[in-house]
């Protein structure tokens, strides 16, 4: 196996003859990264300035990341006109009463330190006229904190300025799963691509794995991830040890360009369109959001969803409009809305940009605390892949960004504490796991666990996602289908649980939210390997 671009820098000793049953190659590293975007490379920056010996391992190229796609920017709190109290207080009020306020502090308190090393790295933000930093605006936040790059291409700027920092990156390379002995991580199996003809097992002996592996749209049919957003950081814990928390608050965007019939990754409309002014509107004309928040079109991202969702019910139609026609200078402003728009013959200036709600982000994750620590010794997660308590039920816009930068830098600082570990894997067998037809999940999970919620729905999907039969992963493809189902399995278990209405989880039968339910729901792997809630009762959840 010829490991691609620097690895070997990396690791010293990548070795294609290896003692390990079922390993074609062979590494060592004293930390491991799982996923090339904004908290991955930001951690194994950190930890290779801390001196750690640092794989990271993606198994797409340089830009094949959901950082990539970012649009709207980095919340981060300005000098001049705000606070991090009232940064935290917009978080918190977005987050419908399950964030975990000194989470959210913390993490907000880390912003501008980790956007001013960002800045140093090269990373260049849009300035204004004053040739101060320009902020926008987007749904839920109270002030203009929102720094952005290249108008609204700011994720692409974040990662061009991260992968110009020359780190060495397998490319090619999926995590298979994490080792553990019984005092911690002893190191990954990957699936890597050998060049030739297919799928070589590698073997990468290190005392910590740091998993940031970005989220999970692929559940759904229509999502702005990218194809690799398969939920695998989640799947990787959960057999790891690990517990997730929060995966039923799946944040769906508002505003997805709609085109008749379009599935897989859809281009996303940037809120800061309305950020600067842009309005939704039916096909009547008629205002979407008049009446149902103080904040209108620019009020938290769940109510938003919702009440797209609602009025596309109420008319019998699959889509409703963003009115930015009379937006000064909207080309220059919002490039890659832009193109979006115009390769499917929208001219934004002149016409109403029809949009529907997608799947967008993952507000749970793999619980970690602010450092990016699991309860698994040596096992870390960062970035939309983590639960850190910072998002609750609903993610205040642009924060993503934010926490990967700050909860990166603090994770691969944090892996340091693994350094001079000794650890040895001896085996690299894959489990065989339940696997889904990935087209028949995404349909399940489209049609009952998507903006709208109801019982029965869910244990409809429960009963497609129990039929999956068993496979042992032997392409990157199958360990998709099998991180997809696990993840699927878990967040409906906690949405059967979650009997109320709370953020980006709205149940059509308990439509309110309940007190009694303030709180997140954890899931992991009981003794038997099966999925559990440890500290409630499933029995006949509807
Ligand atoms: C957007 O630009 O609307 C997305 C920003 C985000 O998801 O934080």
């Known amino acids: 196996m010829t490991p691609r671009r620097g690895a070997s820098e990396a690791t010293g000793d990548v070795r294609g003859a290896t003692a390990v049953p079922g ?101 260049v933000f849009d300035l204004g006229r004053d040739g101060a930093v320009s902020r926008t605006r987007e749904g839920g936040h109270s002030v203009r904190r929102i720094i952005h790059a290249g108008g609204d291409a700011t994720g692409a700027e974040v990662q061009r300025a991260l992968n110009a920092a020359g780190l060495p990156v397998l490319f090619g390379a999926a995590a298979a799963r994490v080792v553990t002995d019984e005092r911690g991580v002893t190191g990954l199996i990957v699936l890597s691509d050998n060049g030739v003809d297919g799928t070589a097992v590698g073997v990468v002996h290190a005392p910590a794995v740091l998993l940031a592996t970005g989220g999970l749209g692929q559940l759904y049919s229509c999502s702005t991830n990218p194809p690799g957003a398969t939920a695998d950081g989640v799947a990787l814990a959960l057999a790891a040890g690990a517990a997730v928390a929060d995966l039923e608050f799946v944040q769906f965007h508002p505003t997805v360009l709609f085109t008749p019939g379009g599935v897989g990754r859809r281009p996303l409309v940037s809120e800061a369109v309305r950020g600067e002014g842009a309005r939704l509107v039916d096909a009547e004309g008629n205002s979407v959001t008049a009446g149902v928040h103080p904040l209108g079109d620019l009020a938290p991202r769940d109510v938003v969803s919702r009440a797209v969702a609602d009025r596309m019910r109420g008319l019998g139609t699959d889509h409703v409009y963003l009115d930015a026609r009379h937006l000064r200078g909207f080309a220059e402003r919002f490039p890659t809305v832009t193109a979006s728009c115009l390769a499917v013959g929208i001219d934004p200036a002149h016409q109403l940009i029809p949009v529907a709600p997608a799947a967008h982000y993952s507000c749970g994750g793999v619980v970690t605390d602010v450092h990016g620590r699991t309860a698994v010794p040596g096992l870390y997660a960062a970035g939309e892949a983590a639960r850190t308590g910072l998002h609750g039920a609903n993610r205040l816009a642009s924060n993503s960004l934010l926490e990967g930068l700050v909860v990166g830098e603090r994770a691969g600082a944090a892996a340091t504490e693994r350094a001079g570990v000794r650890v040895e894997v001896t085996d690299a067998a894959l489990p065989r796991e339940a696997a889904a037809d990935r087209s028949a999940l995404q349909s399940a999970m489209t049609t009952h666990a998507s903006v709208v919620r109801d019982g029965d729905g869910l244990a409809i999907a429960a009963a497609t996602l129990a039929e999956a039969p068993d496979r042992v992963p032997a392409t990157t493809a199958d360990l998709e289908d099998a991180a997809l189902t696990e993840t699927a399995s878990a967040l409906v278990l906690a949405a059967r649980a979650r009997t109320e209405t709370r953020g980006a989880h709205t149940r059509r039968d308990h439509p309110e939210p309940a007190e009694s339910w303030r709180r997140s729901i954890e899931v992991r792997r009981g003794a038997s390997g099966a999925l559990e809630t440890p500290d409630l009762t499933l029995t006949g959840a509807r």
Do not use: F, M
Not at 24 to 45: F, I, Q
């Open 23 to 123: 390993a074609s190659w062979e590494a060592h590293a004293d930390l491991v990264v799982v996923g090339g975007g904004v908290a991955g490379l930001t951690a194994a920056r950190t930890a290779s300035l801390r001196g750690l010996r640092v794989l990271t391992v993606s198994k797409g190229g340089p830009t094949d990341t959901a950082t990539q796609y970012a649009q709207g920017g980095i919340a981060v709190v300005a000098p001049e006109n705000d606070s991090v109290a009232g940064h935290v207080a917009d978080t918190v009020e977005a987050g419908a009463g399950l964030c975990d306020e000194a989470a959210v502090r913390s993490i907000v308190e880390g912003g501008p330190a980790a956007v001013a090393a960002l800045t140093d790295l090269g990373a």
